[in-house]
């Protein structure tokens, strides 16, 4: 997403001596998608930054995935992954737990209550959204300020880490790619801006503070470094552990068009219509073989026989995951469907409004809903958290039980 952005301190040329106040040069570091063809960030160290001491094996929580074999829409309860005040002593990393999968994206859910160690995945990008409590993610580029409702987008292999604050639990839905994450092309011109029809804007983005330069000596014991990447593990994605000498956040200044940003899913604008407006209209990001789009509350179709609920519709090409985070989805009532619940409609299947939705949101002018949805174009499989809280009943809810 091509905006460009300084901060700190950088000499007026790339690729130039930049020195401290004592004479001694920083490192700079190209970090840059798609080799040198894309976009790219210069950022100043003040140490080097490739210096590591030792490496050794993460141990990663389970990426194993099961196959939707028989096929079936599914409902997961995913605030039942979590008991009690087991989350105080999560993070929002190595707490994550896999729920949906496929060889281009992966869903995690994580409560947290514990600063997660820093963390870096060299696989893709991440888009966090979080769901409920609030945070500082410390990175490189500097700190952000998070809460209940924000879409954190991490370009691969920044280097960060989760800081709850306070003392309710943060939740958080990581959706992480194989590729980057970037808003939908139709809403950018050809040189990057937000176009006039886009839901939101370059002013709706938040983004990092000045890089917070951690001055304090790192200890014989060096600074670990957790990294997730291609490798020999289940979904062919493994974890190491780098121990570095010196602090990563060491950063002087950055400028550039690759950084970390924030979104609150409250500054969209919902694009409605005089009849119902299929999911594109809803998109807010998109990944390689996924979308992500947003429900948010929203006056709904105004045409005077309008149907205000979706129509029934077969996912020929994806699957579809929505997260129910807020509010009352009309179309899922009556199905067990609430708080913290995910459906599953897998492509085959023809889905819709639960029994009784249609004539029941006859007439009606305003949806108070919110859900973040994720449509992928290979066919996702259980994490071992799915298959945890899967009710196994939500197939049968549109024919009023099982034969």
């Known amino acids: 997403m091509a905006h460009y952005q300084q901060r700190g301190h950088?000499?007026?040329?790339?690729?130039?001596?930049?020195?401290?106040?004592?004479?001694?040069?920083?490192?700079?570091?190209?970090?840059?998608?798609?080799?040198?063809?894309?976009?790219?960030?210069?950022?100043?160290?003040?140490?080097?930054?490739?210096?590591?001491?030792?490496?050794?094996i993460w141990d990663l929580p389970d990426h194993g995935t099961t196959p939707n074999h028989p096929l079936r829409p599914i409902h997961l309860g995913l605030h039942d992954l979590v008991s009690g005040d087991d989350w105080r002593?999560?993070?929002?990393?190595?707490?994550?737990?896999?729920?949906?999968?496929?060889?281009?994206?992966?869903i995690h859910y994580a409560?947290?209550?514990?600063?997660?160690?820093?963390?870096?995945?060299?696989?893709?990008?991440?888009?966090?959204?979080?769901?409920?409590?609030?945070?500082?993610?410390?990175?490189v580029f500097g700190d952000l300020m998070v809460g209940e409702g924000d879409y954190v987008v991490i370009p691969r292999a920044t280097t960060?880490?989760?800081?709850?604050?306070?003392?309710?639990?943060?939740?958080?839905?990581?959706?992480?790619?194989?590729?980057?994450?970037?808003?939908?092309?139709?809403?950018?011109?050809?040189?990057?801006?937000f176009l006039e029809h886009a839901?939101?804007?370059?002013?709706?983005?938040?983004?990092?503070?000045?890089?917070?330069?951690?001055?304090?000596?790192?200890?014989?014991?060096?600074?670990?470094?957790?990294?997730?990447?291609?490798?020999?593990?289940?979904g062919g994605i493994a974890g190491s552990i780098h121990v570095l000498p010196h602090h990563p956040f060491d950063v002087v200044g950055w400028d550039g068009c690759l950084y970390?940003?924030?979104?609150?899913?409250?500054?969209?604008?919902?694009?409605?219509?005089k009849v119902h407006q299929p999911p594109p209209a809803h998109q807010v990001f998109e990944g390689n073989n996924f979308v992500i789009c947003n429900f948010v509350p929203r006056k709904v179709d105004y045409h005077e026989l309008a149907v205000p609920v979706p129509y029934y519709h077969s996912n020929v090409d994806s699957d579809e995951v929505m997260f129910y985070v807020g509010g009352d989805y009309e179309a899922r009532k009556g199905s067990g469907i609430g708080i913290g619940s995910i459906t599953l409609h897998?492509?085959?299947?023809?889905?819709?409004?639960?029994?009784?939705?249609?004539?029941?949101?006859?007439?009606?002018?305003?949806?108070?809903?919110?859900?973040?949805?994720v449509d992928t174009f290979r066919p996702l499989e259980l994490g071992e958290a799915g298959a945890a809280v899967d009710d196994g009943k939500y197939a049968w809810t549109w024919a009023g039980g099982r034969k």
């Open 199 to 234: 839901p939101y804007c370059e002013r709706d983005l938040r983004l990092p503070t000045d890089p917070q330069t951690v001055e304090a000596p790192t200890g014989a014991d060096g600074v670990e470094v957790y990294i997730k990447h291609r490798g020999p593990g289940a």
């Open 89 to 106: 002593a999560q993070d929002a990393v190595t707490g994550r737990r896999l729920v949906l999968g496929n060889g281009d994206v992966r």
């Open 10 to 56: 950088i000499p007026p040329k790339r690729h130039t001596q930049h020195r401290d106040g004592e004479g001694n040069l920083y490192y700079e570091e190209l970090m840059g998608e798609e080799g040198f063809s894309s976009d790219s960030s210069l950022l100043y160290h003040r140490h080097i930054p490739s210096a590591v001491t030792d490496v050794r």
């Open 160 to 193: 960060h880490r989760w800081v709850p604050v306070g003392d309710a639990p943060l939740r958080v839905y990581a959706i992480e790619a194989n590729s980057h994450i970037a808003p939908p092309k139709r809403y950018l011109s050809r040189y990057g801006q």
């Open 260 to 273: 970390p940003y924030v979104f609150n899913i409250a500054d969209y604008m919902p694009l409605t219509g």
């Open 346 to 373: 897998p492509g085959g299947h023809a889905h819709g409004p639960q029994p009784g939705a249609m004539e029941r949101s006859l007439g009606a002018e305003f949806f108070d809903e919110l859900a973040v949805m």
């Open 111 to 139: 409560v947290a209550g514990e600063t997660s160690p820093l963390y870096r995945n060299a696989i893709g990008d991440e888009c966090v959204y979080v769901e409920s409590g609030t945070g500082v993610v410390e990175t």
